[in-house]
């Protein structure tokens, strides 16, 4: 158990639907995190969010939209996505988000495939 | 702009010794982590490094040379268990992690 949970962990999506992704941390951190994770290829950090305001969005399409309700909840909502958005999305959590030695603690990932 | 290289794949033997590489190349230096990865698993932390030499942690060191942008992770005694993909990251002067693809470490009896 890494104290960090995302539902669901497998999704099949149509390019035309709308869905959601969800993950909440049990460590008491105060930053979060969405990674992209495609073959072969490095991690791709989408979103950051410290203390519930975004921090960092690395030019990530507008099909992807992030919410972070309270400092334990994250959501990254799909819509209109594209067969190449097809990969696995993490969550990770942090105590801060602004130490060099923050280490970061993952969910199990979400595996995307897009239609 | 910012680049991370490490060997996609790497092969060895239980029991054996075997070290993998990373370089690094990114705006400013805020130390240096090693993750595992077990396939279809989420990453977990191996080690942090931001001052130059070596750290022991059980079977796993990790060695950084901030000068020459390198690091190296150690694993000996080599387990089956072993077999995933160990990814590299720097955090950088913003305090965003840069990673590298991933080492593909497997194992063979």
């Known amino acids: 158990e890494t104290g960090v949970t995302q539902t669901p962990r497998h999704l099949v999506m149509g390019m035309t639907n709308k869905k959601s992704l969800k993950c909440e941390q049990h460590?008491?951190?105060?930053?979060m995190y969405w990674y992209k994770q495609s073959a072969k290829k490095p991690l791709e950090l989408m979103f950051v969010?410290?203390?519930?305001?975004?921090?960092e969005n690395n030019s990530v399409p507008s099909r992807f939209s992030p919410e972070c309700p309270n400092s334990s909840h994250l959501f990254l909502h799909l819509h209109t996505l594209q067969p190449e958005d097809s990969a696995l999305y993490l969550c990770?959590?942090?105590?801060?988000?602004?130490?060099?030695?923050?280490?970061?603690?993952f969910g199990p990932g979400t595996r995307l495939t897009v239609l | 702009g910012q680049n991370i290289d490490q060997p996609t794949e790497m092969t060895a033997t239980e029991g054996a010794i075997v070290q993998i590489n990373c370089t690094y190349q990114?705006?400013?230096?805020?130390?240096l982590f090693w993750y595992q990865q077990h396939a279809g698993e989420a990453p977990t932390f191996l080690s942090y490094?931001?001052l130059d030499g070596l750290e022991e942690k059980g079977r796993f060191s990790s060695f950084l040379s901030r000068s020459k942008g390198y690091s190296y992770l150690l694993l000996k005694e080599l387990q089956m268990k072993d077999s995933a993909s160990y990814l590299c990251?720097?955090?950088?002067?913003?305090?965003?992690?840069?990673w590298g693809a991933g080492t593909k470490l497997i194992i063979k009896p």
């Open positions: 990770a959590s942090s105590p801060s988000g602004t130490s060099g030695s923050d280490e970061q603690f």
């Open positions: 969010y410290s203390l519930e305001e975004r921090v």
């Open positions: 990114t705006s400013g230096f805020n130390g």
């Open positions: 460590l008491g951190h105060n930053a």
């Open positions: 990251a720097v955090t950088d002067s913003n305090y965003q992690l840069i």
């Open positions: 490094n931001v």
